[in-house]
């Protein structure tokens, strides 16, 4: 991936905190809440109510489904928190491998203005062009795990 996708993905996950956790536990929750919804319900229903009733039985069975929807959901929540920080993390990683910085701008401005623009442009594009060269044949050996 591109460094430009690279950051995009990263921004949009620290933002959102949407991944494939994310999007497994919620197929995971759907299949599961749908499987235990044919299955297990009317089995369940009928041993309940042999011993306790259709009533008290059906109620039995609201609560046990509502408590693996919470734990359920509660993974969701863990999953989405784990993507965005690291997606955080990683983007505060590039952020301190940035090529531009704030004060770096500021020293480019003030060496332009003290030599001249005519004489400064061709100069700091050569070195953003040495910049750019040196920092991709730097981290080419790192895979995409490594950053």
Known sequence: ????????????????????????????????????????TVALFFLLENSFGPVQSALLMSGGFLVLAIVA??????????????????????AKTAMFDSSMLTLGLEIGRTI?????????AVALIAAALAKEWAGRGKTEDDE
């Open 1 to 40: 991936m591109s460094g430009w996708a690279r950051y995009l993905v990263l921004t949009a996950k620290a933002k959102t905190g949407f991944g494939p956790g994310i999007v497994i536990g919620g197929i995971l929750a759907a299949a599961l809440s749908v499987g235990a919804l044919v299955f297990f």
């Open 73 to 94: 959901g509660v993974a969701t929540v863990i999953a989405r928190r784990r993507a965005m920080n690291r997606a955080q993390a990683a983007l505060a990683a590039r």
């Open 116 to 124: 001249g623009w005519r004489r400064f442009v061709p100069i700091a």
